[in-house]
């Protein structure tokens, strides 16, 4: 007579689901190296276009001591490097898509001899005014 042996297969169902979960943990780490660079840019170009561009942080406005006088000189500071128009409620000639680094400044030639406002727009919509003195 043969001896009688038992066999269990309680722990077979776990060791399958442990090999699949291992492979899967495989393909995913293999795919991350091989597309997380990509993956990486897109989410930093996604930030970078959520950012508010433009956003104009200072403005003032002065007339100039030499020649006639009836020229303004606008300094303009931005956060982040864009194009901007400046224009004069006197009516003096348009500056138009003027770009700033940073900072930039603009000259409107031929301004009245009244007190004046001059108005910066962004490329991005963001708008701001600065005064100057009429001449004297």
């Not at 406005?61 to 006639?68: E, F, I, K, L, V």
């Not at 931005?78 to 400046?86: E, F, G, K, M, Q």
């Not at 138009?96 to 409107?108: A, I, P, Y």
Request: aromatic share 2%; with cysteine; glycine share 12%.
């Amino acid at each position: 007579m043969k001896p009688l042996t038992v066999r269990s297969n309680r722990g077979q169902g776990l060791v399958e689901y442990a090999l699949i979960l291992v492979l899967v943990a495989i393909v995913v780490i293999a795919v991350l190296v091989l597309l997380g660079p990509t993956i990486g840019q897109v989410f930093s170009s996604v930030v970078t276009n959520l950012q508010p561009r433009g956003v104009i942080t200072g403005v003032s406005a002065a007339r100039t001591g030499g020649g006639s006088g009836n020229d303004v000189v606008v300094t303009i500071t931005v956060s982040t490097d864009t194009t901007v128009d400046v224009s004069d409620s006197q009516d003096a000639a348009p500056q138009t898509n003027v770009t700033c680094n940073g900072s930039c400044t603009v000259t409107l030639p031929g301004v009245g001899f009244n007190a004046g406002t001059v108005t910066v727009t962004a490329a991005a919509g963001g708008t701001a005014t600065a005064s100057y003195d009429p001449k004297s």
